[in-house]
């Protein structure tokens, strides 16, 4: 089993303090060992295998939120205290920045936690990593849209992942920087003992285009949250064979 970055600073001290709390009492050793052993789960994780398409939900939870603002889609996942803390990257793109903002530690499912303190993972996402409409140039322009990270024009294909404290999650740990490539299902950072990722979808994606809703659960690198068409060539590589295939044995036919 792996575990995130700071599990052990969390597990080790109650674990080696649970034989000498058995000399208290049982109840107060297995109750010590029970934290380092919480401390440990809380931090697992497990490896996850994308599917061979569409964008994966970056993190395991319930989707909390799913709305437009600002002509664009934001998709909210809450994670609760057992399920896995680590982010991972829901499409292929390129990093253009990591911001840390400070605020406050509201419930992650509370109205309030806008403000609570937050991590940016701001995106460039390939031109088709998110595009489900086949005649979308490739050279669209910028929309006039900004998200409520920015100022400015947003990119028809950027997006923003943003890690969000809670009342009780307050360290946000992110693994990846500026210019770095990401991998669909990619490990981006974790959140100490829970609480919400975003999404925000770029200018592009339609709120109907969001293949979850409000309620439902989702994994990490495995559930699909937004269908994206099937790489391209495949269709054709199949055709190609078939007709290889009939002229071959009209060859034989003929002979």
Not at 228 to 244: F, K, M, N, T
Request: aromatic share 6%.
């Amino acid at each position: 089993m792996n575990f995130a970055p700071g599990a052990w600073k969390y597990a080790v001290p109650p674990l080696l303090a649970a034989p000498f709390a058995l000399f208290i009492s049982a109840t107060a050793g297995l109750v010590t060992a029970a934290i380092g052993a919480a401390a440990l789960a809380f931090f697992r994780d497990p490896d996850r295998t994308p599917p061979p398409t569409g964008v994966v939900a970056p993190c395991d939870g319930n989707v909390s939120v799913l709305r437009e603002e600002d002509g664009r889609v934001r998709l909210g996942i809450f994670m609760n205290v057992w399920h896995v803390h680590v982010v991972r990257a829901p499409f292929d793109a390129t990093v253009a920045d990591v911001e840390h903002v400070s605020g406050a530690n509201r419930p992650a499912f509370s109205k309030d936690s806008d403000r609570n303190e937050r991590v940016h993972v701001r995106v460039a996402t390939e031109a088709d990593a998110l595009d489900n409409s086949s005649d979308a140039p490739d050279d669209a322009e910028p929309t006039a849209e900004s998200d409520s990270t920015g100022d400015g024009a947003v990119p028809p294909h950027d997006a923003t992942v943003t890690l969000i404290a809670g009342a009780f999650a307050r360290r946000i740990h992110p693994y990846v920087e500026a210019d770095e490539e990401l991998d669909r299902g990619q490990r981006i950072g974790h959140i100490a003992f829970g609480s919400r990722v975003d999404v925000l979808f770029p200018p592009s994606v339609e709120l109907e285009d969001v293949a979850v809703d409000v309620g439902e659960s989702t994994t990490a690198g495995e559930s699909v949250i937004l269908e994206s068409p099937p790489a391209s060539g495949i269709d054709l590589d199949l055709d190609v064979e078939d007709d290889r295939g009939d002229d071959s044995s009209e060859g034989s036919e003929a002979a």
